[in-house]
């Protein structure tokens, strides 16, 4: 049983950045607008998540830690339509197979919190405001091969800031800190959207960019795309969104590139932000652990209509 969930762990956690994605996951499905995360030696030695969500309530807490408990979906119909980030209940379990975990939570109206350590069951109270935090040490302690192919601390944090900034983009709304080491690293504080995307990807970006808006039916797509003359050598500025959830779709990516086709030579990479928004029946975000994939219903439909709305934005032909 440990192994299979070490074999499954394998297939969420990759590295420091894997645990802060779900942590902070976790801490918007509980309805946080507050999420600090603080690191030691690139999340390899710690990462702590502190939020002010709803909080888990103390019977909850031990369920909380096991392979496919999850308080988020009570019905595989349920799987069609899902609205929050998590669904598979398997990231706190995985988390747990390969490093030290603890959760200390305190649930909305509980007298006081709880801390459970995963490795032993033990719980005791503890003192926290509302919310919970989740503490992960040791990543990938007991298993030293997959250890050994983290990189250094600076590009383990680099990794997990980029995991929290695509969090941020979408979510203007939640504030977010990231400390590493004691020092601050990042603060986002709570704002609208577009003053989120100035925070996040700087003022270079905003002035490079052009305003996104296209809609047709329920499906709408906005965001801001680079000008050609912004493109980079790297493919480190793409940032898709499909009903709120960060993807990395071949699909999409290849509408945005078509757009660019006749401005853009050589490896150059356009940068953008583009949030979709479809219904949830035409879209299955179901496909991986990661979740970091899906599949629409209807791919050509959204490639073209992609292309168009980049198009207009940067007032380029339709070709
Ligand atoms: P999932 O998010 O897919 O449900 P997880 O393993 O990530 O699975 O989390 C398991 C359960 O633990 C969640 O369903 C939720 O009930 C609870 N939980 C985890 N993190 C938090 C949090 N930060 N705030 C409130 N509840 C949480
Ligand atoms: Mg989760």
């Given at each position: 049983?440990?192994?299979i ?26 309805g946080?607008?507050?999420?600090q ?16 969500g ?19 979906i ?26 030290e ?8 109206g ?37 250890r ?17 900034r ?15 080491e ?5 603060q ?16 270079d ?46 699909l ?54 992609v ?13």
């Open positions: 049983d440990e192994l969930s070490q074999i499954a762990a394998g297939e969420v956690v990759e590295r420091p950045a894997s645990v802060v994605r779900e942590l902070v996951d976790n801490a918007l499905d509980a946080a607008t507050q999420i995360l603080k690191l030691m030696a690139g999340g390899v030695r710690a990462i702590v998540v502190e939020d002010d709803l909080g888990i309530p103390l019977e909850e807490l031990p369920l909380a830690l096991k392979r496919h408990a999850t308080s988020k009570r019905s595989l119909d349920e799987l069609e339509s899902v609205a929050t980030m998590g669904f598979r209940g398997e990231a706190l379990a995985a988390i747990s197979s390969v490093a975990m603890a959760v200390l939570s305190r649930f909305d509980a007298p006081h919190a709880h801390r459970l350590d995963a490795r032993s069951g033990e719980l005791q109270p503890a003192a926290r405001a509302r919310g919970t935090s989740v503490e992960v040490r040791e990543l990938f302690f007991s298993t030293p091969a997959r050994k192919f983290l990189k250094t601390d600076a590009t383990e944090l680099a990794h997990c800031v980029e995991a929290v695509r969090h941020a983009l979408a979510r203007p709304d939640v504030g977010f800190t990231i400390w590493h004691g020092k601050l690293v990042e986002w504080r709570a704002a609208s959207s577009e003053a989120r995307l100035k925070d996040v990807l700087g003022e970006f905003m002035a490079e960019s052009r305003p996104v808006f296209a809609e047709s039916g329920p499906l709408r797509i906005y965001g801001r795309a680079g000008l050609p003359e912004a493109a980079r050598s790297r493919a480190d500025m793409q940032y898709v969104y499909v009903n709120g959830r960060y993807v990395r779709d071949k999409i990516a290849h509408g945005i590139r078509s757009a660019y086709e006749d401005v853009l030579h050589g490896h150059r990479q356009p940068c953008y932000v583009l949030f979709i928004e479809i219904a949830p029946d035409r879209v299955d975000v179901n496909v991986h652990p990661t979740k970091i994939e899906v599949r629409f219903r209807d791919g050509r439909e959204i490639h073209q209509k292309r168009y709305a980049v198009q207009d934005a940067l007032a380029l032909s339709r070709s």
